[in-house]
């Protein structure tokens, strides 16, 4: 009877006590020497196995189609239908745990989400976790920091100032508070002045250019360090009530906590962060803010918001903020005669962590530019970059020429990225399909778009190459589980765009095209693709599940690389969790399945 067996891996986390017991009481050790069948075709399992220590690899045929390593549970499939439909070989010394089929069966039975861990279909594997997921939410309360919410700058007076002086840095400063220096006292002391003194003054009676704003002016500070526990923060507002808290780090002031900013942000973080957006008057106040946006998202990450709508969120963010700088760095009649707009995984709104610049400019027939265009193009993806948008390596950026033209030299660059199908232009053509206005006149992009959609009417064998860029990273059948079997300290990385985002995103790209489909999400096409009758439900299903867990284990993993001050990269498998690897062979499973569509709807066999 063992004792050691870990409760914290997938799918057996969910159990309660009674459950763990009854898991206890019904396992095994097993043992099988390298090349030996654990399970054959047809037989008739009567356990389900955990691995202990070695690896266990699944074929269909002559095709691996898995690899399952310590921690890994197989074949649960099997044991409810009753017959296996894989070979299970030992790839090399194994010991596993074998919990009888009876005691699953209860468990099955007794624990919905333990059975759809167990043997469902990824839609059903992410729907469990989902509501899991929803337990934790109220987590971020209790875990936020002060320094995480938008702290107010202060603004300085002398304690000599009259009350009109100070009025004027409200107006001034765009303010209804200040920090008062008063150095004529020993020690010299500091307090705050609020539109609430501001109010006493007034009663006061006496003329307010004579007025001193030290004798209005608190000098008893509430304040909390930036790294105390927000809910610390909200306690001291309500137990002292007032409506701010000065934020003090040492001896050094940093600024104001405000009550709504504070509750702003545990209701909708990005309310303040598109207010601050819009009323920004310079470049410096759009880079503040933009280092909010990754802090926002974090939170909502760690809340257990779903990461669909942390990108949807994060796309009307950052639209905003690139529509702000645009309008600050551009001249109103350059405004007004063009459509700035962004491609790729941002135009799309599947961009969650900020990524590299992907931007263009169309101008209106006919208006030709009194401005130096180039200098105030060249500003503007500076200012990005300063935002934290780095450049784009293939210069895919207003401050490149070959990406800012009229609307019919637009139109012609783009039909002939189509006519002539080299790797270059392809590439250039699906982060265009991609685009989405973000400033200006949104009708000069739809007229690029429509002469696109004109020329790939019926041509199936420009259709055919394009959808063709699906293979681009092809390395092999089950390739990924010699990737997903690898063991110890190998620190070798899964590129997820390579091997799964790009094949998904660019397959019902190229359906959305031969469609003319004018929606840019991934989402939105799969569910036009199904209204259409191009796209079966079950297989649109299974692709909007696949794309939001590539979505999520791509923010996971990029946070984390943050946290440890290193640049997002590549997926580390061997540090994922035992059911992040499991759904990350059924997603990759689909993939593999909407590839072979794709290459009988198009026939890329005879390409």
Same mark, same amino acid.
């Given at each position: 009877?063992?004792s050691a067996?870990?409760f914290?891996i997938s799918?057996?986390?969910?159990?309660?006590?009674?459950?763990?017991?009854?898991?206890r009481n019904?396992?095994?050790?097993a043992?099988f020497?390298?090349?030996a069948?654990?399970?054959?075709?047809?037989d008739h399992p009567?356990h389900?196995?955990?691995?202990?220590k070695?690896?266990v690899?699944?074929?269909?045929?002559?095709e691996l189609v898995a690899?399952y390593?310590p921690?890994?549970?197989?074949?649960g499939?099997a044991l409810?239908?009753?017959k296996?439909s894989?070979r299970f070989v030992?790839?090399?010394?194994?010991v596993?745990?074998?919990l009888a089929?009876?005691?699953?069966s209860?468990?099955?039975?007794?624990?919905?989400?333990?059975g759809?861990?167990?043997f469902s279909?990824?839609?059903?594997k992410?729907d469990?976790?989902a509501?899991?997921?929803?337990e934790?939410e109220l987590q971020?309360?209790?875990?936020?920091?002060?320094e995480e919410?938008f702290?107010?700058?202060?603004?300085?007076?002398?304690?000599?100032a009259?009350?009109?002086?100070v009025?004027?840095?409200?107006r001034?400063?765009?303010?209804?508070?200040?920090?008062?220096r008063?150095?004529q006292t020993d020690?010299?002391?500091?307090?705050?002045?609020?539109?609430?003194?501001?109010e006493?003054a007034?009663?006061?009676g006496?003329?307010?250019?004579e007025l001193?704003v030290r004798?209005l002016?608190?000098?008893?500070?509430i304040?909390?360090?930036?790294?105390?526990?927000?809910?610390e923060?909200?306690?001291?507002?309500i137990?002292?009530?007032v409506?701010?808290?000065?934020?003090?780090?040492?001896?050094?002031?940093?600024g104001?906590l405000q009550?709504l900013?504070?509750l702003s942000f545990?209701?909708n973080?990005?309310?303040?962060i598109?207010l601050q957006?819009l009323?920004?008057?310079?470049?410096?106040a759009?880079q503040?803010?933009?280092e909010q946006i990754?802090r926002?998202?974090t939170?909502?990450?760690?809340?257990?918001t779903?990461?669909?709508?942390i990108?949807r969120?994060?796309?009307e963010?950052n639209a905003?903020?690139?529509?702000?700088a645009w309008?600050?760095i551009?001249?109103p009649?350059l405004?007004?005669?063009s459509c700035?707009f962004?491609?790729g995984?941002e135009g799309r709104g599947?961009?969650?962590l900020k990524?590299?610049?992907?931007n263009?400019l169309v101008?209106?027939?006919?208006?030709?530019?009194?401005h130096d265009l180039?200098?105030?193009?060249?500003r503007f993806?500076e200012?990005?970059?300063s935002?934290?948008?780095?450049?784009?390596?293939?210069?895919?950026?207003?401050?490149n020429p070959?990406?800012?033209h009229a609307a019919?030299?637009f139109g012609?660059?783009v039909?002939?990225?189509l006519?002539?199908?080299?790797?270059e232009?392809m590439m250039?053509?699906?982060?265009?399909?991609?685009a989405h206005?973000?400033?200006?006149?949104?009708?000069?992009?739809e007229q690029?778009?429509g /002469? &696109?959609f004109? $020329?790939?009417?019926?041509?199936?064998? #420009? *259709?055919?190459r394009?959808?063709?860029a699906?293979e681009? =990273?092809?390395?092999?059948?089950?390739?990924?589980n010699?990737?997903l079997s690898l063991?110890?300290d190998d620190?070798?990385r899964l590129?997820?765009?390579?091997a799964g985002?790009?094949?998904?995103?660019?397959g019902?790209?190229?359906?959305?095209?031969?469609?003319?489909?004018?929606?840019?999400s991934t989402?939105?096409?799969?569910?036009?693709?199904v209204?259409?009758g191009?796209?079966q439900?079950?297989m649109?299903?299974?692709?909007v599940?696949?794309l939001?867990?590539?979505m999520g284990?791509?923010?996971s993993?990029?946070?984390?690389?943050?946290v440890?001050?290193r640049?997002?990269g590549?997926i /580390? &498998?061997?540090k $994922?969790?035992s059911?992040?690897?499991? #759904? *990350?062979?059924?997603?990759?499973?689909v993939?593999k399945? =909407?590839?072979a569509?794709?290459?009988?709807?198009y026939?890329?066999?005879?390409?």
């Open positions: 009877m063992p067996f870990n914290s799918p057996f986390d969910c159990l309660n006590g009674d459950e763990r017991t009854l898991v019904s396992l095994d050790i043992y020497r390298e090349g069948d654990i399970l054959r075709p047809g009567e389900l196995y955990v691995l202990i070695g690896y690899q699944q074929w269909d045929g002559d690899t390593g921690d890994d549970s197989f074949d499939r409810v239908s009753g296996a894989s030992a790839a090399e010394e194994v596993a745990y074998q089929k009876q005691a699953v209860e468990l099955i039975a007794s624990n919905a989400t333990f759809a861990l167990l279909d990824l839609s059903k992410l469990a976790l509501e899991r997921a929803g934790h971020s309360l209790t875990m936020a920091r002060v919410v702290i107010r700058p202060a603004h300085w007076v002398d304690a000599e009259d009350i009109v002086s009025v004027r840095v409200f001034d400063k765009r303010t209804t508070n200040v920090m008062v008063d150095t020690p010299p002391r500091l307090g705050v002045f609020t539109i609430t003194g501001l006493r007034v009663l006061h006496a003329p307010l250019n001193k004798e002016a608190t000098f008893k500070l304040s909390v360090r930036p790294s105390d526990p927000l809910f923060a909200l306690a001291l507002m137990r002292h009530r409506h701010r808290l000065v934020v003090q780090d040492g001896d050094r002031i940093v104001f009550q900013d504070l545990l209701s973080h990005s309310y303040l598109m957006i009323e920004a008057q310079d470049l410096a759009l503040t803010t933009a990754t926002t998202v939170m909502l990450h760690r809340a257990g779903k990461v669909e709508q990108a969120l994060v796309q963010l905003k903020l690139f529509e702000r309008q600050l551009a001249p009649d405004v007004e005669n700035l962004v491609m995984s599947e961009q969650i990524t590299d610049q992907d263009a101008l209106r027939d006919g208006w030709h530019c009194p180039d200098a105030i193009c060249r993806s200012a990005l970059a935002f934290g948008y780095p450049e784009c390596p293939g210069r895919i950026m207003v401050s070959a990406w800012r019919t030299d012609q660059l039909k002939g990225w006519l002539h199908p080299s790797s232009n250039a053509l699906a982060i265009f399909l991609d206005a973000v400033c200006g006149d949104a009708g000069l992009l690029v778009r /002469e &696109l004109r $020329l790939a009417t019926d041509n199936g064998m #420009l *259709l055919a394009f959808a063709a699906i681009a =990273f092809e390395q092999g059948h089950g390739w990924w010699r990737l063991g110890g620190a070798e590129d997820l765009k390579k985002t790009f094949p998904l995103v660019h019902v790209r190229a359906l959305a095209l031969e469609a003319h489909l004018s929606q840019t989402v939105a096409r799969i569910e036009a693709l209204a259409a191009r796209l439900p079950q649109a299903t299974d692709l599940e696949c939001r867990f590539f284990l791509k923010l993993t990029g946070l984390q690389a943050i440890q001050g640049q997002p590549g /580390e &498998l061997h $994922l969790s059911l992040d690897r499991d #759904l *990350l062979k059924d997603a990759l499973g993939v399945r =909407f590839k569509f794709l290459r009988q709807h026939r890329l066999d005879v390409l």
